[in-house]
């Protein structure tokens, strides 16, 4: 009986490695071809929400550094540090001799990414637009890392989580939102960025989403202008940091200040390209849903 299990496992690491014979051939998000000849065993991973999403598809063990911030899961805390969103140790990154390095460009500077890129090392570059694009990006960071079926999982789980919000919020009655991303400079999205999708998932109508920047800045006098039910932000719980609501409480002919109508969300849960985005977004379908429920009455 032993011997016939031995067999089996022995027949499964066989049809495992047959499975990744040849090359490893995808895309990143800048439509770039990353090739790999096995399995990623050494992964640098240059952003938080990439080193999240290496873990949620299987392959958070083979990640050898990783940047600042980078705190989720528990596990990813202990990973050795390479630098940050704003200068990173090349000399350490090419010393680990990764096999692939995850980036989020508008995390880290351009410039570094092609020196990385020209001393040869394999590149995906990790930039969600749409909601979709986070479980399809899991499926091609594990048909890289090897862990296919566990990242096919992770991302159909999303997947379905994801219809489930839209189906119960996206066609209730709009609100239209102010999304303020930072208050010196007054900072928003337009209707392309990742949160936008999340807004529209919700059932919010974005104010500034026809604007030709991603996150455009605006004035104090073009949110008047617009006129939203409700202003939504970020804050990490449990600070005591000024949340940069404090002109809108002030300004009482506005109507979500007059009315404390405000949804604050934790800036991990809605900010990063990871399944945790979906807990973000159910929180602010849930404050919207309570903005909608005062504008009735």
């Not at 550094?65 to 990973?79: G, H, S």
């Not at 990385?116 to 909601?131: I, K, N, T």
Request: with cysteine; aromatic share 6%; hydrophobic share 45%.
């Amino acid at each position: 009986m032993k011997l016939l299990f031995r067999c089996l496992l022995a027949a499964c690491a066989a049809l495992s490695i047959a499975a990744h014979a040849g090359p490893l051939r995808t895309h990143d998000d800048d439509g770039r071809t990353v090739e790999l000849a096995q399995p990623a065993r050494r992964i640098v991973s240059l952003a938080p929400h990439t080193t999240e999403l290496l873990y949620a598809v299987g392959a958070g063990d083979r990640i050898v550094a990783t940047v600042n911030y980078a705190d989720y899961p528990e596990a990813a805390k202990r990973l050795p540090r390479v630098g940050d969103a704003h200068l990173l140790d090349l000399e350490r990154i090419a010393a680990l001799k990764p096999d692939l390095v995850v980036v989020w460009m508008h995390g880290s500077a351009a410039r570094q990414i092609d020196r990385l890129r020209a001393l040869g090392l394999p590149v995906f570059h990790s930039e969600s637009h749409r909601l979709e694009d986070v479980a399809d990006g899991m499926r091609r960071l594990g048909l890289l890392t090897g862990t296919d079926a566990q990242a096919g999982r992770a991302a159909a789980a999303y997947e379905q989580a994801l219809a489930d919000l839209r189906r119960t919020y996206a066609t209730r009655s709009p609100v239209r939102v102010f999304y303020q991303v930072w208050y010196e400079p007054l900072l928003t999205f337009n209707d392309h960025h990742l949160v936008a999708d999340a807004i529209r998932g919700c059932g919010g109508v974005n104010v500034f989403g026809s604007l030709s920047a991603l996150v455009p800045t605006v004035s104090a006098e073009a949110v008047l202008a617009a006129r939203p039910d409700v202003v939504v932000t970020t804050q990490r719980m449990g600070t005591q940091a000024e949340d940069g609501l404090d002109r809108w409480r002030a300004l009482k002919q506005f109507e979500p200040g007059a009315k404390g109508r405000f949804v604050i969300l934790h800036p991990d849960l809605i900010s990063r390209q990871t399944p945790r985005i979906l807990e973000g977004m159910r929180a602010m379908c849930e404050g919207l849903d309570g903005v909608r429920q005062a504008l009735r009455k």
